[in-house]
């Protein structure tokens, strides 16, 4: 699950002497939301909607139709970017991508190989690994289950599930010497599973039966 596996290669970019019109009719044909800004295929900005929006006069300006577009046309996508530019790198784990996401709040990181820019990646690319990740196109019974957190605690948790098969597994906070565990599983032997797992001394949270999905 490296950036390089869900990022969107070779986006579209801009020079930083692209004019901001020519610049927002790129988004709305294309439908992007941000644009990496080059020059000599060195990235030097990024430039996203709520920039160039911004850039635009009030509809409150005293200026007159002609004045606008005359200051229109001459403003430049140097003028609106962002930078320095937070990116990631393509070989970088995913989760580093949305750490740095997260803790910048920005929807969207250039993606560079070697100093060059190869793609970019956004939160919905994230979102579409954690659909992935969670196995939500499996189908099967999602089971949450407070797991005591020591060696060997998955391993147990397997062997109790067989012959059914865990097709996902996702570990979140850490309580009192325990770990929660969301466990997505298929196969046979389904409609007796979560005995299993009970009988195995496992506590047992949550079931949920859930269908599989083309998304």
Known sequence: MLVRDWMTPNPRTVTPDTPV??????LKDQGYRRLPV??????VGIVTDKDLKDAMPSKATTLSVWELNYLLSKLTV????AKP?????ADEPLEEAALLMEEYKVGG???LSKGKLVGIITITDVLKAFIEVMGMREGGLRVTLDVEDKPGALERLGAAVKPSNIVSVATAGRHDGYRIVVLRITGEGLDTVVDRLRNADEKVLDVRETRPRKI
């Open 109 to 111: 990181l250039p993606v």
């Open 78 to 81: 140097s003028e609106v970017m």
């Open 21 to 26: 019109l020519d610049a927002i009719k790129l």
């Open 85 to 89: 530019v937070i990116t990631v790198d």
């Open 38 to 43: 080059l020059e000599a295929d060195r990235l």
